[in-house]
């Protein structure tokens, strides 16, 4: 493919016209909708495990002596960018929806429940860093069932403290990091978003490629190449919002008004 993330394109515009069915049906009987919905979760993450158990698959995509190349590559065009596998964070963030527009943006917890929401979406967030590092590396063989385990879960539980940092956040949290997610610097950058999105692979692509001599890879050497392409993201992305993205926004405004 000329442009590699269209796949992810694909699969987002097929997100969105199928919640179009859910959530007229969430409008329609909340109970029936919601029943849909659930099913669907269930169906797509037991999809996956189901597939990566009978197939022998890593938990996801990575490659290593354990799993080299023609099997990475395998498991990319059969569960990777297949939309069916990946369903599950849209799913959650219509769940998300339905609860902020039932309850009307008010939080209705008390306070330990709210502790306890921020400690498990942070407890998630390290973990989602943390845990597969040795599996990543070869040091630590994951059993089949653990595999596939892993491999259906891991971006419900990462979307799943996402949502908590939106749900908290759209209900007047004044903790800080709804604070430091309100800042006026950030409101910006935010809408470069999806234009930084679209063009940072290529970016990396080039970087790495175009390089004519060895560096040492330790942490500082990532974290300096990481700022480098997120900067150089964010002025690509800016081009791109301006080329593309807000004149089709002007586009449909003005096609469908109101």
Not at 51 to 80: C, G, S
Not at 116 to 143: H, P
Not at 232 to 240: A, E, K, R, Y
Request: glycine share 6%.
């Amino acid at each position: 493919m000329c442009f590699e993330d269209s796949w992810s394109l694909g699969a987002d515009m097929q997100f969105y016209v199928f919640s179009i069915f859910i959530v007229f049906m969430i409008y329609r009987n909340p109970r029936l909708g919601l029943a849909i919905l659930t099913a669907c979760y269930i169906a797509t993450n037991l999809l996956t495990a189901i597939v990566i158990y009978v197939k022998d698959y890593q938990a996801f995509a990575m490659e290593n002596e354990l799993y080299p190349r023609p099997n990475h590559d395998e498991f990319i065009d059969e569960i990777y960018i297949k939309p069916w596998y990946r369903a599950g964070p849209y799913f959650m963030g219509i769940y998300l929806a339905y609860i902020l527009h039932r309850n009307n943006r008010k939080m209705g917890l008390n306070k330990v429940i709210y502790a306890f929401g921020w400690l498990l979406s942070i407890g998630i967030t390290i973990m989602q860093f943390t845990t597969t590092y040795g599996y990543i590396t070869g040091d630590v063989v994951m059993s089949r069932t653990m595999r596939a385990f892993y491999g259906s879960t891991f971006r419900q539980l990462w979307s799943f403290a996402m949502a908590w940092v939106i749900y908290a956040s759209a209900t007047g949290d004044k903790g800080f990091i709804s604070s430091v997610l309100s800042w006026k610097i950030i409101r910006p950058l935010s809408r470069l978003s999806y234009g930084s999105f679209a063009t940072h692979q290529y970016l990396i692509t080039m970087y790495y490629t175009t390089k004519t001599t060895h560096e040492p890879v330790d942490c500082i050497a990532i974290l300096i190449h990481y700022v480098v392409i997120l900067f150089l993201s964010l002025i690509t992305g800016f081009f791109v919002s301006l080329a593309i993205e807000y004149p089709t926004i002007e586009i449909n405004r003005l096609l469908f008004p109101g």
